[in-house]
């Protein structure tokens, strides 16, 4: 309105009359067409878009404020700028806020000139000698005014400090306007001279413009991947330590997510590369619309991307960013007549929360989008507990090797009941670490740890070698009853497991069938084609399995066929619940019914009462165990309630299986 408002009122005191004669002379005309090339050809630099850097029709239009002053210059601008924005396909409100900024730019110039400058009685003026220090605090006047209302309006559209927006790159800017500036008092001389001078100014600023373009293109390329076109690392850390600055300055969060596109390798190896690419392309272009103004997202390599949040309230804003972006990749994405559907895990870590640096920050965010992923939770915040990298789990770690060498780990033994007799029908190993200091330590403190490291293979033979010896001497004793082994996703994608059955039962002298192994539902949802040549293998030496945790994932029962699954164990969550609540009573119920017509036995986990215990029994299950029976047992306490309950034998227990 402001801009408005005085090119209107420049015109009403130049006079229609005035504005008539001008544009019968062929100078407005051929002036007009270089604003109008210099407002579609701007020299952009490498933190602006190409569509938004300094106009090469500066050195013109300033020549006209000089030549002319306001009223000529302000119109001829305004013209050329709703030219260029219709060419652009620029919204109507921004083609008006380019005109109108540049109006209220060149008026402080015009006011500038007709303060300090000489009276010309509005005859055209042509500077010389003293009167240049004039056009140049003119210029300065149109640069500052113009850098003060575009980053205003950048810095609301972004929600970044205005601060911040007017100091960016200002040396650079600051350069490239003083060039264009510099040569208006050219054109002037120019226009006084010859009109057919000025188009001679097309090819040294083309020359410019090119140069400039190629030095931004340059820039852009080492600073943005190839195929999506986003940032890459070398941009990401460059703004990431910016922002990192500034909000220790201003007291304010920085969050960094970290995102992960989970079962993309499967449509590169299926459809190929080239469909993959196209897909990344289609996931840039979703991200980069579903991020506030101002944020960042970057392509770290493959599937992995990564958004920087340069101010953020809190972790729960943060989280509502991670979340939009999750349900921008949820809808399905059509290429070459097939949707593909895909699923991101995304980590947060905030500044200065969780750490003090870009690698920390990423480091910290890489590890909550890995407890992500594996918690099947979609989106996670950094939490220390939860990170298998941190100073006390490598300290451990370190304490977890030596403890393998010096057998510090031990079995204990979780007795599984019949519910009729209630005989002990078997027993589930569990593994514990006797640690020197912490004492004795449960599996989730340390097994995590290991199923990350190259110790895999180690402690899985020192697990069955230990479970093992105890079955020998039990069966010594002639307590023939058969053990189970929990077993990890890592475990049983190691092609080698079946070996190190085969030698320990060889070396024990055991039968396979005193080995029972029970995998988590959850293992087999997500690895089941891959982990199945092991499992089939594991069933030609004679060992049997069990499914653990039943209820916990979103695995089908049908999907055991041909599997040599004899056991389907229901998880507690849902055991605990059979009393108190119809709904729980209902499902346990449901799945105890299934199980026995599939022909397998149901056993209930977690049964920590005689009414639960009761409960599943009337529904038909086989067995349970929990701690209303027994809880883990040292070997020694556990062979004292071998005998006590009168073990079944484990030939006795596979026939009725």
């Not at 201003?250 to 459809?271: P, Q």
């Not at 593994?431 to 740890?449: D, I, K, T």
Request: aromatic share 6%.
């Amino acid at each position: 309105m402001a801009g408005c408002v005085l090119l209107g009122v420049s015109l009403f005191w130049f006079g229609s009359e005035r504005l008539q004669l001008l544009a019968a002379q062929p100078l407005i005309w051929v002036m007009l067409g270089m604003v109008i090339i210099g407002e579609l050809r701007p020299i952009a630099t490498p933190t602006a878009p190409t569509d938004n850097g300094s106009p090469t029709s500066l050195p013109f239009s300033f020549a006209l404020i000089i030549f002319y002053g306001l009223p000529v210059a302000g119109l001829i601008q305004v013209i050329a700028t709703v030219i260029a924005g219709v060419a652009r396909g620029h919204a109507a409100h921004r083609t008006a806020f380019n005109g109108a900024q540049y109006v209220l730019s060149f008026g402080v110039a015009d006011a500038v000139i007709r303060l300090f400058g000489p009276d010309t009685a509005d005859a055209p003026w042509i500077p010389e000698g003293a009167h240049l220090i004039v056009v140049a605090l003119a210029a300065g006047g149109y640069f500052l005014t113009n850098l003060v209302l575009v980053e205003c309006a950048v810095a609301m559209h972004e929600r970044a400090p205005l601060r911040s927006m007017l100091t960016k790159d200002i040396g650079q800017r600051l350069f490239v306007s003083g060039v264009l500036l510099s040569l208006a008092p050219l054109v002037v001389v120019a226009m006084t001279h010859s009109v057919w001078l000025v188009p001679l100014f097309f090819f040294p600023l083309s020359a410019l413009y090119i140069s400039a373009t190629l030095s931004v293109k340059r820039e852009y390329q080492v600073n943005h991947d190839e195929l999506t076109g986003l940032a890459n690392r070398k941009l990401l850390i460059l703004r990431t330590q910016e922002a990192l600055s500034e909000a220790q300055q201003r007291n304010h969060r920085v969050g960094l997510l970290l995102l992960d596109l989970d079962r993309f390798k499967e449509v590169n190896d299926t459809l190929g590369h080239p469909t993959g690419d196209r897909l990344l392309q289609t996931v840039a272009r979703r991200l980069t619309h579903s991020v506030r103004p101002g944020d960042l997202v970057a392509r770290l390599g493959g599937d992995e991307f990564a958004v920087l949040l340069p101010q953020v309230r809190d972790a729960v804003s943060a989280r509502e960013v991670a979340t939009r972006l999750r349900v921008s990749l949820a809808e399905p994405m059509r290429l070459d007549g097939m949707d593909f559907d895909l699923e991101a895990s995304i980590g947060i870590a905030l500044y200065p929360n969780h750490a003090p640096d870009f690698e920390l920050l990423m480091q910290r965010a890489d590890v909550a989008m890995y407890v992500a992923k594996e918690s099947r939770s979609g989106v996670d915040l950094y939490a220390p507990h939860k990170d298998r990298n941190s100073t006390a789990r490598l300290s451990l770690f370190g304490d977890l090797r030596r403890a393998l060498v010096e057998g510090e780990l031990e079995m204990f033994y979780q007795p599984k009941v019949n519910l009729d007799e209630y005989q002990v029908v078997g027993m589930e190993a569990l593994v514990r670490w006797r640690h020197p200091q912490r004492g004795v330590l449960p599996p989730e403190e340390f097994v995590p740890l290991v199923e990350q490291s190259y110790l895999m293979r180690n402690f899985t033979h020192e697990v069955l070698e230990l479970t093992l010896s105890q079955v020998a001497r039990w069966r010594a004793d002639g307590l023939r009853t058969p053990v189970a082994v929990n077993l990890s996703a890592r475990e049983l994608l190691d092609p080698t497991l079946p070996d190190i059955v085969t030698a320990g039962l060889r070396r024990h002298r055991l039968p396979a069938r005193v080995l029972r192994l029970e995998i988590s539902e959850r293992v087999m949802v997500t690895d089941a084609d891959a982990i199945t040549p092991t499992i089939l293998a594991l069933a030609d030496l004679g060992v049997s399995l069990a499914l653990d945790d039943f209820g916990t994932g979103y695995f089908t029962l049908a999907r055991l066929n041909g599997l040599p699954v004899q056991e389907i164990k229901v998880d507690e969550s849902f055991v605990q619940r059979i009393v108190d609540d119809p709904d729980g009573r209902v499902i346990v119920g449901s799945a105890i019914d299934l199980v026995g017509t599939l022909g397998m036995h149901a056993v209930a986990e977690g049964v920590e009462t005689a009414r639960v215990a009761e409960a599943v029994r009337s529904m038909g299950c086989y067995a349970a165990q929990g701690r209303y029976f027994a809880p883990p047992l040292e070997a020694a306490e556990a062979t004292k309630c071998l005998r006590k309950h009168k073990a079944l034998p484990a030939e006795e227990h596979t026939r009725s299986a």
